[in-house]
């Protein structure tokens, strides 16, 4: 009934497939001769060792290869990749994963040059977090399979007799080191553990997530690992994994889920297919019956395979499913990684159904040249990515193995070609980065030269060509060899075995009389080509094939540039702000102009998430800025780092400048008046571009750092998710930047706006607690930057614990409030806390963090307050005809110039809430004039007419005096006032007498808003 119901699924789908089925001609594959197999051989073996030489010569002790940069890859060294750099652990990966590949070519000579190599060099002593699943199959089973073949060898070849076990002891090393992460409730095993320490370091403790892949592929190594070594604990700790796994099944489905919590149990993702995630746990049930002969597990697997062939095989395809809802798909595409699935099918022998899905994949790679990391149901590329896996090749070669058929031989050519073509370069072989454009990713895996050179070898080699006789070994899920004996054998006894079993050239010598074989002919002969004939159209038959023209990549894509943004809205995608100011895109297909923009959009959005996903991120460290005021009191604020340019880690690692604004602020065109930011910290706003366009553009200019505001107002690092500034891919800054938000941000302007010529600090949060931690002017000052692991609240109670240097703002005639924290967030500004005063005020309508930049701005060099004063804008009509008779045109323009500047907003509200009569006065100064002991230029601000302090005019010899206006009537007494409505930017210096209260004005006391602005 199972078989007939599998070829009824199959007719059905060919039903439903046949209104769209394209009519082609067919032609069968040619038969590949002898000659050309071995030639295909020969091509093989070469192509493995042009990687293995590449590795040995320009990587090795690394990890990895770095095939386009040509040298080894090393963690901690190279930028993060994420995750995927668990995988790596200084411990010369590629050539342990290796080891076994060498005798299956016959290349003694190197393996035991390798060996040698990997006695000497290789240690597990590292203060290294790795990925328990990675390293117990590539590094556990590499040296258990090594050690395996090597006695062997010793034995057999009179080759290796110095060798005395020495890479089984380091496989129980690296097995010790890895037994702290089963200390769990369930026995799960944590997804991670230290090298050195275990679980006693900082975030492992807290791990609580796991996939079930993970935890259910340490069965056959550890298990190897105990019957070799003689200590049970290893086999012991994995058998109990594998039970809790069986136990948290789906009891009515039978389907297992994908990642579950290692201490409650609890199912996470409710996804269930046999892709990434699960895949080698269902191997894994099936090879521990094999290798182990432990009944449990046959029972098990065909729990599970009757489960994945009810739920999730439909047709040729398979789909993921929900665990609990099998009847309901939970995604529409299929990872690379399924692959493996038809040479599990024919372990178990059901050729059939292998034969289907096998050739459903062939045809996806002959689409793409390469099987992509992800497609869809109709074969469109999901993912585009192409490590150089080896599951396809695994799968094609045992079918060709149990059926005999030449078309696989010709489905390896194919993979042969394609490596060859696409992925070869002068130093290895280099991952594919995107299948649809052939671009190279810096990366080759190590399971390039442990499985997919192996599988592509093999399928091209007969059994008497080869030193040993595999049928009496099992793959591992990383290809390496494990004897089957093991299943009645200890450490003693398992050698003997083996060397019994076969002679020097890899025959059986007890065929099939071998009293306790376990295995089971398939009596039914099926021939795959009948099988593979009503499919031989599934991928190109699908009709209208067309290639979608794109119009914008998301590489492309900048967030400033409206007519993306148009694009954008055309394919259905919305861009949504979000609270703590980062933006969100949302794709909804009904909003898209037609179905082919909707194509596009959804396109855009894989290309979105991939390129946030694969883009090499440096690894960041929390920032601090930090400035003493007048008094000498540190003032620190923590601040975002950037996934680009310098990162400040050390102590010595800051960068100490006076501070520049950029103009136009936000950074995002050519800067005006370069050569003022030339050596300073350069303040810019957020929006409008990437943040590394305005860190390139700043750094042109002179910059030695920038700092980064946000626009949002009431946005700080107590209330807000800090988050890293990203890059685009391009590693061409080399100056560090930071950012601030809102609230944070205006404590340091305010800072600047008292005291233009403060010097303002760049450097790491935990390097400035090392370095300030002590006494501090006889209190005591502690620093420790917020936790991202905490929440906000915990950041807001840690900025505040420990740092206690209260604010010191200069005295006026007024005392000083004490005991406020430097950190303390800054309060909602309402009318009962500012100041008495009495002038009276008004609202200003432009946000107080733009009015700081602007009197900051026009307190900067001559040459750039001059520039600004001198170039005339064109003012828009409808705003001139509404304000020609409150204001002068003259006034109308220098609004317009430092609304370019993208200082304010220009409208009439702004407009009115300010008065540029002192510009415009300054505009009319005879050239001759020069201006000295001049206070500071006056804020533009919601502050009301307060008495400016005496302007200090010294004409030059031959000049007559001149009036700073001369329609103003002569100042007669001290409280006569100026017709310029603007209060000083900051107190006379400390050589000056304080003015009195009643006329004392300050930006931090009276500029304030309310929250609503």
């Given at each position: 009934?199972?078989?007939?119901?599998?070829?009824?699924?199959?007719?059905?789908l060919?039903?439903?497939?046949s209104?769209?089925?394209?009519?082609?001609?067919?032609?069968?594959?040619?038969?590949?001769?002898?000659?050309?197999?071995?030639?295909?051989?020969e091509?093989?073996?070469?192509?493995?060792?042009?990687?293995?030489?590449?590795?040995?010569?320009?990587?090795?002790?690394?990890?990895?290869?770095?095939?386009?940069?040509?040298?080894?890859?090393?963690?901690?060294?190279?930028?993060?990749?994420g995750?995927?750099?668990?995988?790596?652990?200084?411990?010369?990966?590629?050539?342990?994963?290796t080891?076994?590949?060498?005798?299956?070519?016959?290349?003694?000579?190197?393996?035991?040059?390798?060996?040698?190599?990997?006695?000497?060099?290789?240690?597990?002593?590292?203060?290294?977090?790795?990925?328990?699943?990675?390293?117990?199959?590539?590094?556990?089973?590499?040296?258990?399979?090594?050690?395996?073949?090597?006695?062997?060898?010793?034995l057999?070849?009179?080759?290796?007799?110095?060798?005395?076990?020495?890479?089984?002891?380091l496989?129980?090393?690296?097995?010790f080191?890895?037994?702290?992460?089963?200390?769990?409730?369930?026995?799960?095993?944590?997804?991670?553990?230290?090298?050195?320490?275990?679980?006693?370091?900082?975030?492992?403790?807290?791990?609580r997530?796991t996939?079930?892949?993970?935890?259910?592929?340490?069965?056959?190594?550890?298990?190897?690992?105990?019957?070799?070594?003689?200590?049970?604990?290893?086999?012991?700790?994995?058998?109990?994994?594998?039970?809790e796994?069986?136990?948290?099944r789906?009891?009515?489905?039978?389907?297992?889920?994908?990642?579950?919590?290692?201490?409650?149990?609890?199912?996470?993702?409710?996804?269930?297919?046999?892709g990434?995630?699960?895949?080698?746990?269902?191997?894994?049930?099936?090879?521990?019956?094999i290798?182990?002969?432990?009944?449990?597990?046959?029972?098990r697997?065909?729990?599970?395979?009757?489960?994945?062939?009810?739920?999730?095989?439909?047709g040729?395809?398979?789909?993921?499913?929900?665990?609990?809802?099998?009847?309901?798909?939970?995604?529409?595409?299929?990872?690379?990684?399924?692959?493996?699935?038809?040479?599990l099918?024919?372990?178990?022998?059901?050729i059939?159904p292998?034969?289907?899905?096998?050739e459903?994949?062939?045809?996806?790679?002959?689409?793409?040249?390469?099987?992509?990391?992800?497609?869809?149901?109709d074969?469109?590329?999901?993912?585009?990515?192409?490590?150089?896996?080896?599951?396809?090749?695994?799968?094609?070669?045992?079918?060709?193995?149990?059926?005999g058929?030449?078309?696989?031989?010709?489905?390896?050519?194919?993979?042969?070609?394609?490596l060859?073509?696409?992925?070869?370069?002068?130093?290895?072989?280099?991952?594919v980065?995107?299948?649809?454009?052939?671009?190279?990713?810096?990366r080759?895996?190590?399971?390039?030269?442990a499985?997919?050179?192996?599988?592509?070898f093999l399928?091209?080699?007969?059994?008497?060509?080869?030193l040993?006789?595999?049928d009496?070994?099992?793959?591992?899920?990383?290809?390496?060899?494990?004897?089957?004996?093991?299943?009645?054998?200890?450490?003693?006894?398992?050698?003997?075995?083996?060397?019994?079993?076969?002679?020097?050239?890899?025959?059986?010598?007890?065929?099939?009389?071998?009293?306790?074989?376990?295995?089971?002919?398939?009596?039914?002969h099926?021939?795959?080509?009948?099988?593979?004939?009503?499919?031989?159209?599934?991928?190109d038959?699908?009709?209208?094939?067309?290639?979608?023209?794109?119009?914008?990549?998301?590489v492309?894509?900048?967030?400033?540039?409206?007519?993306?943004?148009?694009?954008?809205?055309?394919?259905g995608?919305?861009?949504?702000?979000?609270?703590?100011?980062?933006?969100?895109?949302v794709?909804?297909?009904?909003?898209?102009a037609?179905?082919?923009?909707?194509?596009?959009?959804?396109?855009?959005m894989?290309?979105?998430?991939?390129?946030?996903?694969?883009?090499?991120?440096?690894e960041?460290?929390?920032q601090?800025?930090?400035?003493?005021?007048?008094?000498?009191?540190?003032?620190?604020?923590?601040?975002?780092?950037?996934?680009?340019?310098?990162?400040?880690?050390?102590?010595s690692?800051?960068?100490?400048?006076?501070?520049?604004?950029?103009?136009?602020?936000?950074?995002?065109e050519?800067l005006?008046?370069?050569?003022?930011?030339?050596?300073r910290i350069v303040?810019?706003?957020?929006?409008?571009?990437m943040?590394?366009?305005?860190?390139?553009?700043?750094?042109?200019?002179?910059?030695?750092a920038?700092?980064?505001?946000?626009?949002?107002?009431?946005?700080?690092?107590?209330?807000?998710?800090?988050?890293?500034?990203?890059?685009?891919?391009?590693?061409?800054?080399?100056?560090?930047?930071?950012?601030?938000?809102?609230d944070?941000?205006?404590?340091l302007?305010?800072?600047i706006?008292k005291t233009?010529?403060?010097?303002?600090?760049?450097?790491?949060?935990?390097?400035?607690?090392?370095?300030?931690?002590?006494q501090?002017?006889g209190?005591?000052?502690?620093?420790?930057p917020?936790?991202?692991?905490?929440?906000l609240?915990?950041?807001?109670?840690?900025?505040?614990?420990?740092?206690?240097?209260?604010i010191?703002t200069?005295?006026?005639?007024?005392?000083n409030?004490?005991?406020?924290?430097?950190?303390?967030?800054?309060?909602?500004?309402?009318?009962?806390n500012?100041?008495?005063?009495?002038?009276?005020?008004?609202?200003?309508?432009?946000?107080?963090?733009?009015?700081?930049?602007?009197?900051?701005?026009?307190?900067s060099?001559?040459?750039?307050?001059?520039?600004?004063?001198?170039?005339d804008?064109?003012?828009?009509?409808?705003l001139?005809?509404?304000?020609?008779?409150?204001?002068?045109?003259?006034?109308?323009?220098?609004?317009?110039?430092?609304a370019?500047?993208?200082?304010?907003?220009?409208?009439?509200?702004?407009?009115?809430?300010?008065?540029?009569d002192?510009?415009?006065?300054?505009?009319?100064?005879?050239?001759?004039?020069?201006?000295?002991?001049?206070?500071?230029l006056?804020?533009?601000?919601?502050?009301?007419?307060?008495?400016?302090?005496?302007?200090?005019?010294?004409?030059?010899?031959?000049?007559?005096?001149?009036c700073?206006?001369?329609?103003?009537?002569?100042?007669v007494?001290?409280?006569?006032?100026?017709?310029?409505?603007?209060?000083?930017?900051?107190?006379?210096?400390?050589?000056?007498?304080?003015?009195?209260?009643?006329?004392?004005?300050?930006?931090?006391?009276?500029?304030?808003?309310?929250?609503e602005?």
């Amino acid at each position: 009934m199972e078989g007939y119901a599998s070829l009824h699924l199959t007719v059905l789908l060919s039903l439903l497939l046949s209104t769209f089925i394209c009519v082609m001609g067919l032609t069968s594959p040619p038969l590949i001769s002898p000659d050309e197999r071995l030639e295909l051989r020969e091509e093989a073996r070469d192509m493995f060792y042009h990687a293995f030489n590449a590795y040995m010569e320009n990587a090795y002790p690394a990890d990895e290869l770095m095939p386009l940069s040509c040298k080894g890859r090393w963690r901690g060294k190279e930028p993060s990749r994420g995750d995927i750099d668990d995988t790596l652990g200084n411990f010369s990966l590629t050539l342990i994963d290796t080891l076994d590949t060498l005798v299956v070519l016959g290349d003694i000579d190197e393996f035991e040059r390798a060996a040698k190599l990997i006695i000497k060099d290789v240690s597990f002593d590292s203060d290294i977090i790795v990925s328990v699943f990675e390293t117990n199959i590539r590094v556990l089973g590499g040296l258990l399979s090594g050690h395996i073949l090597a006695e062997y060898l010793q034995l057999n070849m009179n080759v290796m007799h110095w060798y005395r076990g020495e890479l089984l002891q380091l496989a129980k090393d690296i097995g010790f080191r890895l037994l702290p992460a089963f200390n769990t409730t369930t026995g799960i095993p944590h997804a991670r553990v230290n090298l050195r320490h275990g679980l006693k370091v900082r975030g492992l403790e807290s791990s609580r997530e796991t996939c079930t892949a993970c935890a259910g592929t340490m069965i056959l190594e550890m298990a190897a690992l105990s019957r070799l070594s003689g200590e049970p604990i290893f086999e012991e700790k994995a058998h109990r994994a594998m039970d809790e796994l069986w136990r948290l099944r789906h009891r009515s489905s039978d389907l297992m889920g994908t990642v579950l919590n290692i201490h409650s149990g609890d199912w996470v993702r409710r996804d269930s297919g046999v892709g990434a995630g699960i895949d080698s746990y269902y191997e894994y049930c099936l090879k521990a019956y094999i290798l182990l002969g432990d009944d449990r597990y046959l029972g098990r697997f065909n729990k599970h395979y009757s489960a994945v062939m009810r739920y999730i095989s439909q047709g040729p395809m398979l789909l993921d499913v929900h665990m609990h809802r099998p009847n309901s798909n939970s995604r529409n595409f299929m990872d690379a990684l399924l692959a493996f699935w038809p040479g599990l099918q024919v372990l178990k022998g059901d050729i059939k159904p292998a034969v289907e899905t096998h050739e459903m994949l062939y045809q996806v790679m002959q689409r793409h040249n390469f099987l992509p990391e992800a497609f869809t149901t109709d074969f469109q590329v999901h993912w585009g990515q192409h490590p150089l896996r080896p599951e396809f090749l695994e799968s094609t070669y045992f079918l060709y193995k149990a059926t005999g058929d030449s078309y696989y031989l010709e489905v390896g050519r194919k993979v042969l070609k394609s490596l060859q073509r696409y992925a070869r370069v002068s130093c290895g072989y280099a991952a594919v980065k995107d299948v649809r454009t052939n671009v190279h990713e810096d990366r080759m895996d190590s399971f390039v030269l442990a499985e997919t050179f192996k599988y592509l070898f093999l399928l091209f080699s007969e059994p008497n060509e080869l030193l040993l006789d595999l049928d009496q070994f099992l793959f591992t899920t990383e290809a390496h060899l494990l004897p089957l004996t093991l299943a009645r054998s200890t450490n003693a006894s398992l050698l003997n075995q083996i060397v019994n079993s076969m002679d020097l050239n890899g025959s059986d010598l007890s065929g099939d009389d071998l009293t306790d074989a376990r295995t089971c002919p398939n009596i039914q002969h099926l021939f795959p080509e009948k099988v593979r004939r009503p499919l031989r159209n599934l991928v190109d038959g699908v009709c209208p094939h067309k290639e979608l023209r794109r119009r914008l990549k998301a590489v492309d894509f900048q967030m400033g540039n409206t007519d993306h943004l148009k694009l954008l809205k055309e394919m259905g995608i919305s861009i949504m702000g979000l609270d703590d100011g980062r933006v969100q895109l949302v794709h909804a297909f009904g909003n898209a102009a037609s179905t082919v923009d909707a194509e596009e959009g959804l396109i855009f959005m894989q290309e979105m998430v991939e390129l946030s996903k694969f883009t090499p991120q440096t690894e960041t460290m929390q920032q601090a800025v930090s400035f003493s005021d007048y008094q000498g009191k540190l003032t620190v604020i923590p601040a975002g780092p950037a996934h680009f340019g310098k990162i400040l880690r050390l102590p010595s690692d800051k960068v100490t400048a006076k501070v520049g604004v950029a103009l136009p602020v936000r950074g995002c065109e050519t800067l005006n008046w370069p050569q003022m930011l030339s050596g300073r910290i350069v303040i810019l706003e957020r929006g409008d571009c990437m943040f590394v366009e305005k860190a390139r553009r700043i750094q042109k200019a002179g910059a030695v750092a920038g700092i980064v505001i946000d626009h949002t107002v009431g946005t700080s690092v107590t209330k807000s998710t800090m988050f890293a500034m990203s890059g685009d891919g391009v590693d061409d800054v080399s100056i560090p930047m930071a950012f601030l938000f809102y609230d944070d941000a205006v404590r340091l302007l305010e800072a600047i706006q008292k005291t233009p010529d403060i010097d303002v600090t760049l450097s790491s949060f935990a390097a400035l607690e090392e370095g300030t931690r002590g006494q501090f002017q006889g209190k005591e000052v502690t620093l420790e930057p917020p936790s991202k692991h905490s929440a906000l609240d915990k950041i807001k109670e840690s900025i505040i614990k420990f740092i206690n240097n209260p604010i010191q703002t200069k005295s006026f005639g007024s005392e000083n409030k004490p005991n406020v924290p430097v950190l303390q967030p800054p309060k909602s500004f309402s009318e009962e806390n500012a100041p008495v005063s009495s002038a009276p005020t008004h609202k200003s309508k432009i946000p107080h963090l733009n009015e700081l930049l602007l009197s900051i701005v026009l307190q900067s060099d001559d040459l750039v307050l001059q520039g600004v004063l001198k170039h005339d804008s064109p003012i828009p009509n409808e705003l001139f005809a509404k304000l020609k008779d409150k204001i002068p045109k003259k006034n109308l323009q220098l609004f317009s110039t430092l609304a370019q500047q993208g200082l304010f907003t220009l409208n009439e509200d702004t407009i009115q809430s300010l008065d540029l009569d002192y510009l415009s006065n300054l505009n009319n100064i005879d050239s001759k004039v020069e201006m000295k002991n001049q206070e500071p230029l006056p804020h533009f601000g919601s502050a009301t007419p307060v008495p400016l302090h005496s302007v200090l005019q010294e004409s030059k010899e031959g000049t007559e005096d001149l009036c700073v206006n001369c329609n103003s009537k002569e100042a007669v007494d001290n409280e006569q006032v100026l017709n310029i409505d603007f209060p000083v930017l900051r107190p006379p210096t400390s050589k000056s007498e304080p003015i009195e209260e009643s006329k004392q004005r300050t930006t931090l006391d009276k500029l304030r808003f309310p929250d609503e602005l």
